[in-house]
């Protein structure tokens, strides 16, 4: 199998109920793995789009659910299901990150 050209990441990460930060679980979050992967069999983009969701956290929950996006490095916050469409025609079809979506460096840190 070829190496795909984008890696997508997705927190589904799921802390106790109360914590501070939130979890991106708590925040729909496997919807959102979920619609990824129903796009990725709809689009045929196995091989081009590798899909994986991540138990561990990514560090901004507070801004999740988060999807990280390589090789670019393009870090989406506050993804819902209905954006993921446009994640895949936008930026893996057309190679424009959605910027509506898109977390600031300094959002970050």
Same mark, same amino acid.
């Given at each position: 199998?070829?190496?795909?050209?984008?890696?997508?990441?997705?927190?589904?990460?799921?802390?106790?109920?109360?914590?501070?930060?939130?979890?991106?679980?708590?925040?729909?979050?496997?919807?959102?793995?979920?619609?990824?992967?129903?796009?990725?069999?709809?689009?045929?983009? $196995? #091989?081009? /789009?590798?899909?994986?969701? !991540?138990?561990?956290?990514?560090?901004?929950?507070?801004?999740?659910?988060?999807? %990280?996006?390589?090789?670019?490095?393009?870090? $989406? #916050?506050? /993804?819902?299901?209905?954006? !993921?469409?446009?994640?895949?025609?936008?930026?893996?079809?057309?190679?424009?990150? %959605?910027?509506?979506?898109v977390l600031p460096d300094e959002m970050l840190g």
């Open positions: 199998m070829p190496k795909p050209r984008f890696h997508v990441l997705i927190c589904v990460n799921q802390r106790p109920e109360g914590h501070p930060k939130g979890s991106c679980a708590q925040k729909n979050s496997l919807a959102v793995w979920q619609k990824f992967g129903d796009a990725l069999a709809t689009r045929n983009m $196995y #091989g081009q /789009v590798l899909v994986s969701g !991540v138990r561990s956290c990514l560090g901004p929950c507070q801004l999740g659910p988060i999807v %990280v996006v390589y090789p670019e490095g393009v870090w $989406y #916050g506050g /993804v819902k299901p209905e954006d !993921v469409e446009e994640i895949f025609e936008s930026h893996f079809v057309n190679g424009k990150p %959605v910027q509506r979506l």
